[in-house]
């Protein structure tokens, strides 16, 4: 089963199609689902009905009301759907992916869902439809190592090697010395110059090597390519590569931002900076995502200089300490320059809320997070931040009754919810409602013993 555009379809579907577009332009989304879901049980292989059904369910997903958040947030791990649909994956992939689709109408980031969709689309051979689930899959889990390769992967099968690596390339820089990834770049790596050079397609017995190696220079290319490659290399490679495609294009944007990336990940913070004022001047400029990238570009700066001074300078700590509460400032201001630009984001108020809670800013900190709660993705973490702010405030009763409320929301039982009973303990404690504190040490006891001091004051609460 091959993927279909838009011309691909019959003139039917193309009129469902443009009948479902139109009134997802009026905002007429529960409409445009609906006939976006219809169109895709006729022709699951049609790409752009798909795509323009996620992107419906995003933007509905973003109009919830608080009965879709709290549906929103116990996820579909644990629905009977996922469970029939993971039934009907093993003798129908299409059935699965309805089956799939309604639950991204409710819950387009559901996880399960996603993986359900992947399957599927590799069973039935639509790669862009299973890139489109990877998309979300990894925001849902950015430090999955082995949902990374995959994606990476899944990216490189459909042609865009400089992608998969560049996905590949990110991951490392917080893991620079990991096997799986230094292995997996490789072989993406490979299979690029392979594509690249026509090596393909050798294997599929077409072409000769007398059409690829035509010099001795390429004989020693293709020697090369065989060789391990470290990922600094690759970069490098990224690098001459983009700098050439600008000297033909120099306007082109995208190519700037991954160039500035590149820099980034190489240390080479002030060259990527000259890369993203580029940006900043152009139509371009006005993306939020560019202000985060710029910001987190001269914060690792910060890292840099605190990495660059003598340990062995008799000021060594003062030193640290003043670049520190610079990079803080820095952060709390840029921060509040983006809130100011940005006033609707719930994600930026999240985020200077949780700086002013770093900097003791307690009022300022839960003025945001009171806010952030809007955000479905970041409203229990708002309310745990924000019971915290009260706790701090010594308003322990305002402090419980949110940190319940989270609790109650919270339906997976996991280091997050652990974080939210134990800080509700803690409060109960210093209410003096011991009883009622122990309980809800209890409740994680009962599952892992070994959770901060919940054993020892479970304990000391039995051997009383």
Not at 7 to 29: C, H, I, P, Y
Not at 151 to 178: C, H, I, Y
Request: hydrophobic share 40%.
């Amino acid at each position: 089963m091959a993927e279909k555009n838009l011309n691909d379809v019959s003139r039917e579907s193309r009129t469902l199609f443009t009948k479902a577009t139109e009134a997802a332009l009026r905002d007429n989304l529960e409409y445009a689902i609906t006939l976006f879901n219809q169109l895709l049980e006729r022709e699951p292989e049609f790409y752009p009905c798909r795509k323009a059904l996620r992107e419906t369910q995003f933007q509905k997903a973003g109009k919830g009301s608080t009965g879709f958040f709290k549906k929103m947030m116990s996820g579909a791990g644990n629905s009977p759907q996922v469970a029939k649909a993971q039934m009907t994956l093993r003798n129908n992939p299409a059935g699965a992916l309805v089956i799939a689709e309604g639950i991204l109408n409710t819950d387009p980031n559901s996880s399960a869902a996603h993986r359900i969709i992947v399957e599927a689309a590799n069973a039935l051979e639509l790669p862009r439809t299973a890139v489109l689930s990877y998309e979300t899959l990894t925001k849902n889990a950015p430090k999955d190592k082995k949902l990374m390769i995959e994606f990476a992967q899944a990216v490189s099968a459909l042609g865009d090697g400089t992608r998969a690596e560049k996905l590949l390339m990110d991951m490392m820089v917080d893991m620079p010395n990991d096997n799986d990834l230094n292995q997996a770049l490789k072989n993406l790596s490979a299979r690029k110059t392979l594509d690249e050079g026509g090596y393909g397609a050798l294997e599929g017995g077409e072409g000769s090597y007398r059409d690829i190696l035509r010099n001795k220079d390429e004989a020693v290319a293709l020697e090369q390519a065989s060789r391990v490659q470290k990922t600094e290399d690759v970069a490098e490679r990224l690098i001459r590569e983009y700098e050439g495609r600008l000297v033909n294009e120099p306007n082109n944007m995208k190519v700037i931002r991954d160039l500035a990336e590149l820099h980034t990940q190489k240390g080479q913070f002030d060259v990527a900076l000259a890369y993203y004022d580029r940006i900043k001047g152009s139509d371009m400029g006005k993306d939020a995502s560019l202000d985060v990238a710029i910001t987190n570009t001269k914060l690792r700066q910060f890292d840099q200089k605190v990495a660059e001074i003598n340990p062995f300078a008799a000021n060594h700590a003062e030193q640290v300490a003043a670049l520190k509460e610079q990079k803080a400032d820095f952060q709390l201001e840029e921060a509040r320059k983006r809130m100011e630009r940005f006033p609707t984001d719930m994600a930026i108020r999240y985020e200077l809320g949780v700086l002013y809670f770093q900097a003791g800013k307690v009022n300022e900190a839960a003025a945001e997070f009171q806010k952030a709660q809007n955000n479905p993705h970041k409203r229990i973490p708002a309310l745990n931040y924000l019971a915290q702010c009260f706790t701090k405030k010594k308003m322990y009763d305002m402090a419980a009754r949110n940190f319940q409320r989270a609790i109650e929301e919270k339906q997976l039982f996991d280091e997050e919810k652990k974080d939210l009973i134990y800080n509700l303990g803690c409060v109960l404690e210093q209410m003096g409602k011991k009883t009622e504190a122990i309980d809800q040490f209890k409740i994680i006891y009962e599952s892992d013993m070994g959770y901060r001091d919940v054993a020892a004051k479970v304990d000391a609460f039995y051997a009383g």
